[in-house]
């Protein structure tokens, strides 16, 4: 499999055409809407002891999926960031009845955001896309900008779940995406070890789907020896 540079995966997520059809690709199958309520479910799980009042900040933000779901769980005070204009764009839209919500267009490696600005930070469906070394940066900053739980969705796999991944592997948006948005799937054990590296504590973990998914939601906080 060819290794994208950084700036490619970067340049491929802000082309206009993937913002305006990457919901309907992704989300509109019977596999597809299987995906977003596990997606939904997991973070709920995630984020059940959050108080409804917590700033959060989704990053990257996307369509604004992941947002609209915590508006509907009553969190109210969202601000949505994504390295997309396009994504932006599509998301302000599905999110305009909802006129407190702020976006910013910014790169997740380093944000404009001041230290602990933010209670809880949610982002799903983006590390597995970003190669090791960057994945830690990112959480670095992360960890910067939070003072609260850190909710990443990371792609853990081992031989079961990869064998049950290859069986339905048709249902996928294999054929749908770009070759280089390919996961960079890596272990539990993998995962964990780059959390500590980045000044951060995991203190839950919960699977998307117990056994069967290769999705694992990560509800982590920094790490109170780390010097901000």
Not at 14 to 35: C, E, H, M, P, W
Not at 46 to 58: E, F, M, R, V, Y
């Amino acid at each position: 499999m060819k290794e994208f540079e950084v700036k490619e995966i970067k340049s491929g997520w802000q082309d206009s055409s993937v913002a305006n059809t990457y919901d309907n690709k992704r989300f509109t199958s019977i596999s597809g809407r299987l995906s977003d309520w596990l997606d939904k479910r997991a973070l709920r799980k995630s984020i059940n002891s959050l108080p409804k009042s917590a700033k959060i900040l989704d990053m990257p933000c996307g369509t604004g999926r992941m947002s609209h779901y915590l508006i509907s769980l009553g969190y109210n005070r969202i601000t949505c960031a994504d390295i997309s204009d396009d994504m932006i764009e599509v998301a302000s839209t599905l999110l305009k009845p909802f006129q407190d919500v702020k976006f910013y267009n910014t790169d997740a490696e380093k944000t404009p955001f001041e230290e602990a600005s933010f209670d809880a930070i949610t982002s799903i469906r983006f590390m597995g896309h970003i190669p090791r070394d960057i994945r830690v940066d990112i959480l670095k900053e992360m960890g910067r900008i939070c003072r609260g739980n850190i909710i990443v969705e990371y792609p853990v796999t081992n031989s079961f779940t990869r064998l049950v991944k290859d069986v339905f592997k048709s249902f996928t948006v294999k054929k749908v995406l770009p070759a280089q948005w390919t996961w960079h799937y890596l272990s539990m054990k993998e995962a964990k070890q780059e959390i500590i590296e980045a000044g951060l504590t995991t203190k839950k973990v919960v699977r998307k789907l117990s056994f069967f998914s290769e999705s694992a939601y990560f509800s982590i906080t920094p790490n109170p020896t780390t010097t901000r």
